[in-house]
């Protein structure tokens, strides 16, 4: 994610990563969601007296409200940040991700974000998440399929790719498709590039 945030980044902009010691390697309930919360605050504290800004790379934005509170810098959240972009002029989004039990998790942040009548819904894989992440190949296509749905049956007119995880599929997919694909890292790039300028 750090590499794919420091390809999105103007040139000599200093991209620094930060990986939570414990917790499970991807979110995929709405309990690990929870219980990241307080990792995302532990990190961003850590690391606000070295850096401009803060981006929260998990696509439910755990800790973002609390962390925004407790800094003096812009904080913003991947999906806050791709719901914006995809929502843009008025734009009807989808999202199209790999993790069903967080479907309701990720609907209650576009109605957190003020999105909800610009939300066409989410479209699901229906293969193990972990086990698609391992497997780039078939984690494009099964998402290419979800995103046609989003379009096709929902009516989408810009698809989210939910995921930070998602993130290298999420590039190759906007090559595919003629609407807009948003790849949230990228998309939380210059959101907060754009709120410190």
């Known amino acids: 994610m ?18 939570a010691a414990l ?5 995929t309930t709405a309990q690990e969601l929870a219980a990241a919360a307080p990792g995302v605050v532990e990190m961003g504290l850590a690391a606000a007296a070295m850096v401009d800004g803060i981006i929260v790379g998990a696509f439910g934005d755990p800790g ?25 002029g008025g734009r ?5 991700t790999v993790t069903p039990a ?15 009548e610009r939300y066409t819904g989410i479209r699901l894989t ?8 391992t497997d780039p190949v078939r984690l494009v296509e099964v998402l290419a399929e979800a ?24 590039i190759a997919l906007a090559a595919r498709f003629a609407t807009p694909i948003i790849a949230p890292i990228p998309a939380a790039v210059r959101h907060l590039l754009r709120t410190i300028r």
Not at 23 to 27: A, H
Not at 108 to 115: H, Y
Request: net charge negative; charged share 20%.
């Open 2 to 19: 750090v590499a794919i945030a420091g390809v999105a980044a103007p040139r000599g902009t200093e991209i620094v990563g930060a990986t």
């Open 23 to 27: 917790g499970p390697p991807m979110i």
């Open 64 to 88: 973002l409200g609390q962390l925004r509170a407790l800094v003096r810098m812009p904080v913003v959240g991947i999906a806050e940040a791709a719901m914006l972009e995809a929502a843009e």
């Open 92 to 96: 009807r989004f989808g999202i199209a």
């Open 102 to 116: 967080l479907a309701e998790p990720i609907a209650e942040r576009v109605r957190d974000v003020g999105l909800a």
């Open 126 to 133: 229906l293969d193990d998440p972990i086990a698609l992440t």
């Open 147 to 170: 995103v046609r749905r989003s379009i096709d049956c929902d009516g989408a007119g810009a698809v989210v790719i939910g995921g930070g995880p998602l993130g290298e599929a999420a």
